[in-house]
């Protein structure tokens, strides 16, 4: 029997629902999800767990792959389902609650055509979250390496669940206060709907719209958990972030113009800044972005020697998209992000995987199109299928990102470049999304032969369909 320790919002939320608010009045919603991806020459394969090869006695190569598996093998495949179901209820005096109850499963799928999840909730248990009986293990990335009849184990015999969200929400006029385990979306902290599920934050949202066309926003956000491993909510930062993280920001929209500026603080830490504005010119849609992420001094200072201090982080970036046709779109952006090996990239604080710059594709993420000293560039055709699109659209994008010699990337003083085909569709409720990614030179997605010393490319194939109720 699962043992279930829920977190101070959700018991507040399901007290006062138990007491004050009938059950009809909760209303129900949701989402089911089959997640399926294979990849070849890619360390995020199930089965990657080389140890280094020794090319002399001082250097070991790094994520050098020696094995010949590849597409749609199932020890380079990964599958998850996962439902989702929310639960919201108007408790009164402007008063209501919502809550989303996650559950990851495998189905059998690893039975026959994978080796892993994309997801796990880590068999961990914190004092946020429910204590859950997981199904992976906490070493299933070495024994999953292993068939299940070396093991004598089956490694995914049982379901993982746990509370993505648990908030109460408070409107007073035109404000509201919204506090507890949410989802959120700010440029710097935010939640990701790429994975099976998305992650959320321990949270205090407040935001008034008292002045036309302008939303306030502050924000206070404590905790957070990794898309991979769902269970765990800790301390943003890698746990530096103790006294939490701090956002106010400004959001305003008029016509075909939208602009918006965030900072955000965490203490003893650093500083950040986002700015972004949307507008339409006769036609073609231009975004500009500016972001920068600046290390506090005290923080430097427990660095000591000025060797070891990280620059600041500025990035800039463009976009523009013209519509060519009633179905067809054309969208080009280019970005540069400066800073050192040591500083931060321009990516999402919460999870360090993603970024929003406008350069970034599925592999070309926050560690590569938000890596320091970088150079972006990113063409994107999208065509769409019948004349609203009923047929579903698919999208082509080619972006090279250069890596200065001071980038966080690992291919420092190399071009990456990465080849995307996305294909789109709703049909009988279920929106499907297939995808192909090429990799040449992009970090955490390209690996080396142990005989070759040049990168190896690698594809990728996602297959997603979600249902929403």
């Given at each position: 029997?699962k043992?279930?320790?829920v977190s101070?919002?959700v018991?507040i939320?399901?007290?006062?629902?138990a007491?004050?608010v009938?059950?009809a009045?909760?209303?129900?919603?949701?989402?089911?999800t089959?997640?399926y991806?294979?990849?070849e020459?890619n360390p995020?394969a199930?089965w990657y767990?080389?140890?280094?090869?020794?090319?002399d006695?001082k250097?070991p190569?790094?994520?050098r792959i020696?094995?010949?598996?590849g597409l749609?093998?199932k020890?380079?495949?990964?599958a998850?389902?996962?439902?989702?179901?929310n639960?919201?209820?108007?408790l009164?005096?402007?008063f209501s609650?919502?809550?989303?109850?996650?559950?990851?499963?495998?189905l059998?799928?690893?039975h026959n055509?994978?080796?892993?999840?994309?997801q796990?909730?880590?068999?961990?248990t914190?004092?946020d979250n429910?204590?859950v009986?997981?199904?992976?293990?906490e070493?299933?990335?070495?024994?999953?390496l292993q068939?299940?009849?070396?093991?004598g184990?089956?490694l995914m015999?049982?379901?993982?669940?746990?509370?993505?969200?648990?908030?109460?929400?408070k409107k007073?006029?035109?404000?509201l206060?919204?506090?507890?385990?949410?989802s959120l979306?700010?440029?710097?902290?935010?939640?990701?709907?790429?994975?099976?599920l998305p992650?959320?934050?321990?949270?205090?949202?407040a935001?008034?719209?008292?002045?036309p066309?302008?939303t306030?926003i502050?924000a206070y956000?404590?905790k957070?958990n990794?898309?991979?491993?769902?269970g765990?909510?800790?301390?943003?930062?890698?746990g530096?972030a103790v006294?939490?993280?701090?956002?106010?920001?400004g959001?305003?929209g008029v016509g075909?113009l939208?602009?918006q500026?965030?900072?955000?603080?965490v203490?003893?830490?650093?500083?950040?800044f986002w700015?972004?504005v949307?507008?339409?010119?006769?036609?073609v849609?231009?975004t500009?972005?500016?972001?920068?992420f600046?290390?506090d001094s005290?923080l430097?200072?427990?660095?000591?020697?000025a060797?070891?201090?990280?620059?600041d982080?500025?990035a800039y970036?463009l976009r523009?998209s013209y519509?060519?046709?009633p179905t067809?779109?054309?969208?080009?952006a280019?970005s540069q992000?400066?800073g050192?090996?040591?500083?931060?990239?321009i990516?999402n604080v919460?999870t360090?995987?993603?970024?929003k710059?406008v350069t970034?594709?599925?592999?070309g993420?926050?560690?590569?199109?938000?890596?320091?000293?970088t150079t972006?560039?990113?063409?994107?055709?999208?065509?769409g299928?019948?004349?609203?699109?009923?047929f579903?659209?698919?999208?082509l994008s080619?972006?090279?990102?250069q890596h200065?010699?001071d980038?966080?990337s690992s291919?420092?003083d190399e071009?990456?470049?990465?080849i995307?085909?996305?294909?789109k569709?709703?049909?009988?409720?279920v929106?499907?999304?297939?995808?192909?990614?090429?990799d040449?030179?992009?970090?955490?997605?390209?690996?080396?032969k142990a005989?070759?010393t040049e990168s190896?490319?690698?594809?990728?194939?996602r297959v997603?369909a979600r249902?929403?109720?």
């Open positions: 029997m043992s279930l320790r101070l919002a018991a939320a399901l007290s006062g629902s007491y004050a009938d059950l009045n909760i209303k129900v919603s949701g989402q089911a089959l997640y991806q294979t990849m020459n995020q199930p767990k080389i140890p280094n090869v020794v090319l006695e250097t190569t790094p994520n020696n094995d010949d598996k749609f093998h020890d380079a495949s990964l998850n389902v996962g439902l989702s179901v639960f919201s209820a108007d009164g005096y402007d609650f919502g809550a989303r109850l996650n559950v990851l499963e495998t059998g799928l690893e055509l994978v080796s892993g999840t994309m796990d909730i880590n068999g961990s914190d004092n429910v204590n009986r997981t199904s992976i293990p070493a299933k990335g070495q024994a999953s068939n299940t009849a070396e093991t184990k089956d015999a049982d379901d993982e669940w746990y509370w993505g969200e648990a908030y109460l929400v007073m006029g035109s404000s206060i919204k506090a507890g385990r949410q979306d700010t440029p710097l902290v935010y939640s990701e709907d790429w994975n099976v992650n959320t934050f321990d949270a205090v949202v935001i008034n719209q008292s002045v066309n302008l306030l502050g956000v404590s957070g990794s898309h991979k491993t769902l765990q909510f800790n301390t943003l930062a890698g530096l006294d939490g993280a701090y956002a106010v920001a959001v305003y075909q939208k602009a500026a965030w900072y955000y603080t203490p003893t830490v650093a500083d950040a700015a972004d949307d507008t339409d010119l006769n036609g849609k231009l500009v972005q500016l972001a920068s600046m290390w005290e430097q200072k427990i660095k000591k020697t060797s070891q201090k990280a620059d982080t500025m970036a523009a519509k060519v046709a067809t779109n054309l969208c080009f280019v992000t400066t050192d090996q040591k500083s931060h990239n990516a919460g360090d995987v993603k970024t710059l970034a594709t599925i592999s993420d926050g560690d590569v199109a938000g890596a320091t000293d972006s560039m990113k063409f994107t055709l999208t065509q299928f019948g004349n609203a699109n009923e579903g659209s698919a999208s080619y972006a090279q990102y200065g010699i980038s966080t291919f420092k071009t990456a470049s990465v995307e085909a996305v294909y569709h709703k049909y009988q409720g929106d499907m999304l297939a995808a192909y990614i090429y040449k030179n992009v970090n955490g997605w390209t690996v080396k005989s070759e190896e490319a690698a594809s990728t194939v997603v249902y929403n109720f």
